[in-house]
């Protein structure tokens, strides 16, 4: 789903009135359909650098010059042993913390008596430790807390909570002990994530089960008063959420499409007069907007 629209695009600051037609519109939808990324967490502080990457990952910066948690997961580690030493460390802080963070507390808090539902690109779980309601959520891009077989051999996923931890605690020298590399349980390759690099990435029972799911949704919701609530998505992979919101807010009659990013809230003009932008730190923002439904407008 591509926007075939003109290529003019709208922007706009963080207003009071913005964040004030945005209260309006989570009050009077009839449905709201959520796409997040990374910004998202980024905005709740598991971010990928900085100070967070250098607590957890200063050995492999030094050696290999690795500078953030994003790129050091393409990087052509020497052994199988290091390889899963990076990894589940990797795994282990983003994917097990069980801090959901504040971001997506007040969210939950903000739709949890509305008819949602939750498309996102991110893999860390946060969502569900926030409360959210799995039959809501589609992750389309995978799931850090899955293994799949690197061939792969089969439409299966793993959990790997119990690998990663033992990997994680095992590990001395920047290496996992070479028992404790994850091979596959039907051919006995070697494991790798469940996450979105190729076409190797497996789309197991679950993934198409939330896939469904979120296309009933969408047929179930297109004639009703919808809010299209984009946050934290940037231009990685704009088919999946940002393109798709543009295309249904433009067709759908009584569709509002809302985007919250900081400094990059964008929209089609076309769209212009059903849109809401907000330039401003996510946090702030659902902050700003719990308090308002609690105590109402200021």
């Given amino acids: 789903m591509f926007l075939k629209m003109r290529t003019e695009i709208s922007t706009s600051g963080c207003s ?20 997040a990324g990374a910004g ?12 967070r990457f250098e ?10 010059g690795i500078t953030d948690m994003y790129s050091g997961g393409f990087y052509p580690f020497e052994t199988p042993e290091e390889y899963w030493a990076w990894w589940s460390r990797c795994i282990l802080i983003n994917r097990y913390d069980p801090d959901p963070g504040r971001p997506y507390m007040d969210l939950h808090s903000l739709v949890k008596d509305k008819d949602y539902f939750v498309i996102t690109t991110n893999v860390d779980h946060r969502f569900q430790l926030a409360g959210f309601d799995k039959k809501r959520l589609f992750y389309t891009q995978g799931d850090y807390g899955l293994f799949q077989c690197s061939r792969p051999c089969c439409n299966k996923t793993y959990d790997n909570e119990e ?6 605690a095992e590990q001395r020298d920047m290496k996992i002990p070479s028992g404790l ?11 790798t994530m469940n996450l979105r690099a190729d076409d190797t990435f497996v789309q197991d029972d679950g993934w198409e089960l939330a896939a469904e799911r979120y296309s009933m949704f969408l047929r179930r919701h297109r004639n009703m008063r919808t809010l299209f609530l984009e946050m934290g998505t940037g231009y990685n992979t ?3 959420i940002k393109f798709p919101f543009w295309q249904m807010t433009n067709e ?18 076309e769209i212009e007069k059903k849109s809401i932008r907000i330039n401003g730190d996510i946090k702030k923002i659902l902050k700003e907007l719990l308090s308002r439904n609690e105590y109402g407008a200021k």
């Fill in 16 to 35: 009071e009135n913005d964040i004030e037609r945005l209260r309006n519109e989570l009050d009077s939808a009839e449905a709201v359909i959520i796409g």
């Fill in 40 to 51: 998202l967490s980024a905005s709740a502080g598991f971010s990928y650098s900085g100070e």
């Fill in 55 to 64: 607590k957890n990952f200063s050995d492999f910066k030094e050696k290999y």
């Fill in 163 to 168: 690998a990663v931890r033992k990997m994680a």
């Fill in 181 to 191: 590399i994850p091979r596959c349980p039907v051919c006995g390759e070697p494991m």
């Fill in 238 to 240: 704009p088919g999946i």
């Fill in 252 to 269: 759908w009659k009584n569709a509002v499409y809302a985007c919250i990013n900081l400094n990059e809230a964008y929209a089609p003009a």
